[in-house]
């Protein structure tokens, strides 16, 4: 992973997206998961390019965290879900350019 993801666990979660305030992307994913393994370099690519803005990207191993998978009711990968403020604000399902991803984090920001 790339130094600026973090990777959120069931023991994080509040303390890294909720409590810290920063507008955040989680990525919610599995290691079996084809389109997901085509997002997360997209993902790398844009928590290295939005850190110097204050936004924190995470991925969240759907089998490894199935509390905060339990939480925000993830019933298909890749799940992303846009934060601001420690509240939900969007989500996406499903592999997305990442155009669109931005388009999103720039009315998020």
């Known amino acids: 992973m790339a130094g600026q993801t973090l990777e959120i666990t069931d023991a ?3 303390s890294e997206i909720i409590d810290s305030g920063a507008p955040a ?4 994913y599995a ?3 084809g389109p997901c393994k085509t997002l997360g370099p997209v993902v790398d690519q844009l928590a290295e390019e939005y850190a110097a803005k204050g936004l924190k990207v995470g991925k969240v191993d759907i ?3 199935t509390e905060v998978a339990a939480q925000f009711k993830i019933t298909g990968v ?3 879900i846009f934060f601001k403020d420690g509240q939900v604000v969007d ?3 499903g592999a997305q350019p990442k155009a669109t991803i931005e ?3 720039k009315e998020l920001m």
């Open 12 to 14: 994080n979660f509040q």
């Open 91 to 93: 989500q996406m399902i």
């Open 78 to 80: 890749p799940t992303l």
């Open 31 to 33: 290691t079996w998961c």
């Open 103 to 105: 388009n999103k984090l």
């Open 25 to 28: 992307l989680l990525d919610f």
């Open 63 to 65: 089998e490894n965290a």
